[in-house]
């Protein structure tokens, strides 16, 4: 039973990877009939980031096409500027620049987070299609409106030059158009400090007519790359395409980029709308009531690829004012800071009650050890020091059941020929529960304390899997990236060795050949696993490992080799024994 039980953990990590790798894994590059349909054909023309192309209602039949006529004058613009700038907003933690065409944001560079190039993380896209949206376009019914308000060169008010200085209080950036027309336009953004987060407000007007626009946001979540190259065959498990997430009616849904075709639009009360992917989010924060429009973007990427990317639109009620958006790391108590709810875009699974304070724990040890990879290692140590107990009473268990295998062999050979159905079967449980009786062994003594243990590994190995921390986390040696798969393999070997040593450890007599199979196998199945598993997991089980090898030597070196007693035979075969050695007496007796 003991080995079945330890069969069924292992199996059970091999499902939550399963589970991470076959849900969050990059999507396949869609055919080119696919990425037509996913990104709709745009009318040609110098105006990029207009919008007209977001998603709508699937029920909403598409208008006739309007009738070819000549291109009218555009109107004379009365609040504008002569040319196309960018102003800069330096906070204390990102860079970002918008354009006066439009009032668009065209960089959001993190300054603590590094791309592959050494350069910060930018999560605003570049090299978009054209007619693919910048964030902060606007878009209204009429498309000729929606082109003029994301094209036009806005005046950038109040004391805003060229650069502005954000990182000791919140400043305001102002855009302004107007022209003869009657079209009105003016976008408001207040960046705070450290948080990451961007206060937007826009007001529109056409001639004496209040208008309600969209805001867009688009493809994201931008030239995402890896803090380093893996340097090996495999992909780095940190590149996953971004997901559609929300909080609605206190749930947290979350949409995979191959499943937004199936609910494009979402309206209703949220506490929380965006995109993220493993480590980073953009959203909406506390929007109240709104209307969500998702739409899955192919976009080219290096070497002849396509990059995965999702678009995202909203619309309020009433025209948009002071809605705040998020666009950063998914750091838990930055998260927390912003909003209680927000945490939960960290996805720790169901263990995560649990993850929560070991990720607390972590960064504590981090405080004094000042690395993350020594971190993970005395946190290792430390939980097995907790969990030591549990783990020495099921070994404990698991000798007394080991010294009662060859009676049990004689039982269950006894009862060998009956079938599964047979009646008889009941004898032999009724004999093997008396034997555990006789013996004082409860053999559910050495499955509970090994069961206690899984949240715990689990919980520790989801964290290690999501928290932001170990991204770009040196570690030393050749060890560049926790985050990454360990570029030159060696942790995974030394998972497989260690795991090999455990199971020499493991007494084998008791297991039929299709356990000790699977045993065999099973150091080689996880040595392929971690080949690309982010090095800081490989890490904490190479540790746990050779933990749990010391924790065996200590456990039988304290209560000594182990006893196996003797199968006692049959009554019959007792009888039979003496009759034969009373004729053989008897004979050389006469004799």
Sequence with gaps: ????????????????????ALFVRPAPAPSARQAATATPARPAGPATGTGTGSITDPNTQPAPPAPAAAAAPEPQALVSEPSEREITIDTATVQAALTNRGGRLVHWRLKEYRDNRGQP?????????????????????????????????????????????ATHGPRTVSFEYQDAAGIHIRK??????????????????????????????????????????????FSPSSILPPEAIYHRDGKIERVA??????????????RFAGIDDLYFMAALVNPGQARLEYRPVAIPGPANTQRQLIAQAVRFPQPPMNVRFFVGPKQF?????????????????????????????????????????????????????????LRHKSVVSMRRMQALQP??????????????????????????????REKGVNPASGCIPILLTMPVLLAFYALLGQAIELRGAQFGWWIRDLSLADPYYVLPILVTITMVWQQKLTPAASMDPTQQKVMMFMPVMFGFIFLNTASGTVLYWFVSNLWAIGQQYFTNWLIGPPVVQAAARPAAERRLKTAGAGRTAGAEKHS
């Design 1 to 20: 039973m003991e080995r079945r039980v330890f069969i069924a953990i292992i199996l059970s990590f091999l499902v939550l990877y399963m589970y991470q």
């Design 121 to 165: 993380v930018d999560l605003v896209a570049s090299d978009l299609p054209p007619g693919e949206p910048l964030p902060f376009a606007l878009r209204v019914d009429d498309d000729q409106t929606t082109a003029r308000m994301n094209n036009a060169l806005y005046r950038v008010s109040g004391d805003a030059g060229s650069h502005v200085d």
């Design 188 to 233: 408001d953004f207040r960046f705070d400090p450290r948080n990451y987060i961007v206060v937007f407000s826009a007001t529109a007007t056409a001639g004496d007519r209040a208008l309600n626009p969209t805001i867009a946001w688009g493809p994201g979540l931008g030239d995402i790359a890896p803090a380093a190259p893996s340097g090996g065959f």
């Design 257 to 270: 980029i191959t499943k937004l075709t199936d609910q494009p639009v979402l309206d209703g009360q949220f």
């Design 333 to 389: 108590d930055l998260l927390r800071s912003i909003d209680t709810e927000l945490v939960r875009a960290v996805n720790f699974g169901i263990f995560g009650w649990l993850a929560v304070p070991l990720l607390g724990a972590l960064k504590w040890i981090h405080g004094f050890a000042g690395n993350w990879g020594w971190s993970i290692i005395l946190l290792t140590v430390l939980i097995n020091i907790v969990i030591f107990p």
């Design 407 to 436: 009676q049990l062999k004689v039982i269950q050979d006894r009862y060998a020929n009956l079938k599964v159905t047979d009646p008889g079967r009941q004898k032999m449980n009724t004999e093997v529960m008396n034997l555990y």
